[in-house]
């Protein structure tokens, strides 16, 4: 395994934020949701497409706080536009099981 330094570590922002909206996304080539996210004040809302299917519906996915990445740049997936990648394990079978603070914890809060 590479190891990386604290530097390259601390260019990635991995923020916590809070799904407002999720939708199907039915033009994606494999089944995902649209999401809009909550990173409070200073980020904002940014929208994902996320492959998350297997183990959520839109309507368990609104209002649930979450662990993304939000400086990359922004990724077109079919007609939208991505611009944060939400993070999480691979079960077993391949589904996504997402990562989130386990208590609540201000949205835009950094991982730290």
């Known amino acids: 395994m590479e190891q990386i330094c604290w ?4 260019k990635v ?3 916590a934020g809070t799904i407002r909206r999720a939708e199907p996304f039915p033009e994606a ?4 949701y649209r999401l809009w996210v909550d990173f409070g004040p200073e980020i904002g809302t940014l929208r994902s497409s ?3 299917t297997a183990h959520y519906t839109p309507q368990q996915l609104e209002g649930r706080q979450i662990v993304a990445v939000v400086n ?4 077109q997936i079919g007609p939208f536009m991505s611009e944060c990648l939400v993070t999480g394990f691979a079960d077993h079978e391949g ?3 997402l990562i989130a603070p386990d208590a609540p914890v201000p949205d835009g809060a950094r991982l730290m």
């Open 7 to 10: 530097n390259d570590f601390d």
């Open 13 to 15: 922002q991995l923020r």
């Open 29 to 32: 080539r494999k089944p995902a």
């Open 50 to 52: 996320a492959q998350i």
């Open 72 to 75: 990359f740049p922004p990724k």
């Open 95 to 97: 589904g996504i099981v």
